[in-house]
């Protein structure tokens, strides 16, 4: 079984070894490139918490920022390892949705706390209005871009050509509408006739067949990396699974 990989790096590579881990195979072709702007000095002024809705949120202000003695709330999974990895206090996490988080941080915060949200330029969700609508302040400032190509990456088209994978999995609705989009573009989405889309969950799964007919669908429960890894292990074909 062989599943394509569109996730930016180094995202990517760190899923492709857990489909290793249960006997999957991975194309690993990203779709998305971080932008981070370096220009910029993030604004903490009076802020009482930091806010990462994504890895890459956690990464970007790594980079940009020193400050690691404010407590952390993430999204989900990948966002409080990330966030851990980088040596972030992990204050709180949610089940992998925006509202999620901030029902963690209006159930840890207090009214008239200040919420700092490191932020790309295309977010899922609104974070400060959700907060803001419990009594927190929240300011988000955009540390990067997530850049996409102009037309389908040689190595996924020719994949696609050789009907070398299985299926394809994605993460955010951006990921799975960029490929519709291009695979749509270059020609090739009929051979999507001949995947199953593997989906972190119903938004993802709208984008990924907005135009498209994939051979089957399968979702995760939850919008969690390891429930989509567990959606994956269920398909598995015996003996294959490590």
Same mark, same amino acid.
């Given at each position: 079984?062989?599943?394509?990989?569109?996730?930016?790096?180094?995202?990517?590579?760190?899923?492709?070894? *857990?489909?290793?881990?249960?006997?999957?195979?991975?194309?690993?072709?990203?779709?998305?490139?971080?932008?981070?702007?370096?220009?910029?000095?993030?604004?903490?002024?009076?802020?009482?918490?930091?806010?990462?809705?994504?890895?890459?949120?956690?990464?970007?202000?790594?980079?940009?920022?020193?400050?690691?003695?404010?407590?952390?709330?993430?999204?989900?999974?990948?966002?409080?390892?990330?966030?851990?990895?980088?040596?972030?206090?992990?204050?709180?996490?949610?089940?992998?949705?925006?509202?999620?988080?901030?029902?963690?941080?209006?159930?840890?915060?207090?009214?008239?706390?200040?919420?700092?949200?490191?932020?790309?330029?295309?977010? *899922?969700?609104?974070?400060?209005?959700?907060?803001?609508?419990?009594?927190?302040?929240?300011?988000?400032?955009?540390?990067?871009?997530?850049q996409i190509?102009?037309?389908?990456?040689?190595?996924?088209?020719?994949?696609?050509?050789?009907?070398?994978?299985?299926?394809?999995?994605?993460?955010?609705?951006?990921? *799975?509408?960029?490929?519709?989009?291009?695979?749509?573009?270059?020609?090739?989405?009929?051979?999507?006739?001949?995947?199953?889309?593997?989906?972190?969950?119903?938004?993802?799964?709208?984008?990924?067949?907005?135009?498209?007919a994939?051979?089957r669908?399968r979702?995760?429960?939850?919008?969690?990396?390891?429930?989509?890894?567990?959606?994956?292990?269920?398909?598995?074909?015996?003996?294959? *699974?490590?």
């Open positions: 079984m062989r599943l394509l990989v569109t996730r930016p790096q180094p995202d990517a590579d760190r899923f492709a070894a *857990a489909l290793a881990g249960i006997g999957v195979d991975a194309l690993v072709a990203p779709l998305m490139f971080i932008d981070l702007d370096r220009t910029i000095d993030p604004d903490l002024s009076g802020c009482t918490a930091l806010a990462f809705t994504s890895a890459n949120g956690a990464r970007a202000f790594a980079q940009l920022s020193n400050i690691r003695d404010l407590p952390v709330y993430t999204v989900g999974s990948g966002s409080a390892r990330a966030a851990t990895e980088l040596g972030f206090f992990l204050a709180g996490t949610g089940a992998g949705t925006v509202e999620s988080l901030a029902a963690v941080l209006s159930g840890a915060e207090k009214t008239g706390a200040r919420i700092y949200h490191a932020a790309g330029a295309d977010i *899922a969700g609104d974070l400060a209005a959700l907060l803001e609508a419990e009594g927190i302040a929240c300011r988000r400032q955009v540390l990067y871009k997530a190509p102009d037309i389908l990456p040689e190595k996924i088209s020719l994949a696609l050509s050789a009907g070398d994978v299985d299926g394809a999995v994605f993460f955010s609705p951006r990921s *799975a509408g960029t490929f519709v989009r291009l695979v749509t573009n270059a020609g090739q989405a009929s051979a999507c006739a001949g995947l199953d889309l593997y989906s972190l969950s119903p938004a993802v799964t709208e984008a990924a067949c907005g135009t498209i994939w051979r669908v979702e995760a429960r939850t919008p969690m990396q390891e429930a989509l890894i567990n959606t994956i292990r269920a398909e598995v074909p015996a003996g294959n *699974a490590g």
